[in-house]
């Protein structure tokens, strides 16, 4: 079956712009996640959904970043007023339930360019 | 706050050599651990996990990792790399809740035919 997809792959924006990245996460899936990754490190958490619901969003950096699941399936990672230090992989991944036993399934990632 | 630290960055082997690659974490409860390999222009996958019991935890590919409580350590090892293994590897730890992954660094791995 199809894995986790994610669109765009890549976007270069100007600093100051709004940009909307979008992940389908596996079918069935309940749990979704946004990771980021910056160049050299490994991906930090963002914020994670079970069905609709944000469960845990602490890892967002500050108020231009917000993420949507309304259906409790696509999701939609929202950040306003890039920032040159936004530049990063954006990376979702899906669960078929929360909790530790529940593998968690990563998309390709969108790699963001904010000039 | 839990956090993971990867010793090594940059590894290169020749096809043969033994691997051990260092993982490190530091959390206050009890710990899921994993490793996850992404290969050149593909996704992260797991190679590996470990919940509890048995501390030697066997995964694909001839990979296995070793917990070690005292040392709050849990190493990746394959005793024969091959070509196909250069890849870039992440440990990474998550609370009881399982709902979250902290990644350490990660550990770029050449191996030379």
């Known amino acids: 079956g199809a894995g986790v997809s994610q669109t765009p792959s890549n976007k270069v924006t100007e600093k100051g712009k709004y940009v909307e990245l979008r992940c389908d996460p596996i079918?069935?899936?309940?749990?979704l996640y946004w990771y980021r990754q910056s160049l050299g490190q490994g991906p930090e958490f963002l914020i994670y959904?079970?069905?609709?619901?944000?469960?845990?969003d602490s890892g967002l950096p500050n108020d231009r970043f917000f993420a949507v699941r309304p259906e409790g399936s696509v999701s939609t990672l929202k950040i306003q007023r890039t920032e040159r230090g936004d530049s990063a992989v954006y990376l979702c991944?899906?669960?078929?339930?929360?909790?530790?036993?529940?593998?968690?399934?990563f998309g390709p990632g969108t790699r963001l360019t904010v000039l | 706050a839990q956090s993971v630290s990867q010793h090594n960055h940059h590894v290169i082997l020749s096809e043969a050599a033994s691997l051990e690659l260092g993982c490190n974490y530091s959390y206050g409860g009890t710990v899921n651990l994993f490793w996850y390999v992404q290969y050149p222009g593909q996704h992260l996958q797991l190679l590996l996990k470990y919940f509890s019991g048995d501390p030697l935890v066997k995964g694909i590919k001839g990979f296995e990792a070793e917990f070690i409580k005292s040392k709050f350590s849990f190493n990746l090892r394959k005793p024969s790399v091959q070509w196909s293994d250069t890849a870039e590897y992440f440990c990474?730890?998550?609370?009881?809740?399982?709902?979250?992954?902290?990644f350490g660094g990660g550990t770029r791995l050449m191996v030379k035919p």
């Open positions: 991944a899906s669960s078929l339930g929360s909790g530790r036993s529940n593998e968690q399934f």
């Open positions: 959904f079970q069905g609709t619901g944000a469960a845990d």
């Open positions: 079918s069935g899936h309940t749990a």
């Open positions: 990474a730890v998550s609370n009881n809740a399982g709902n979250m992954l902290t």
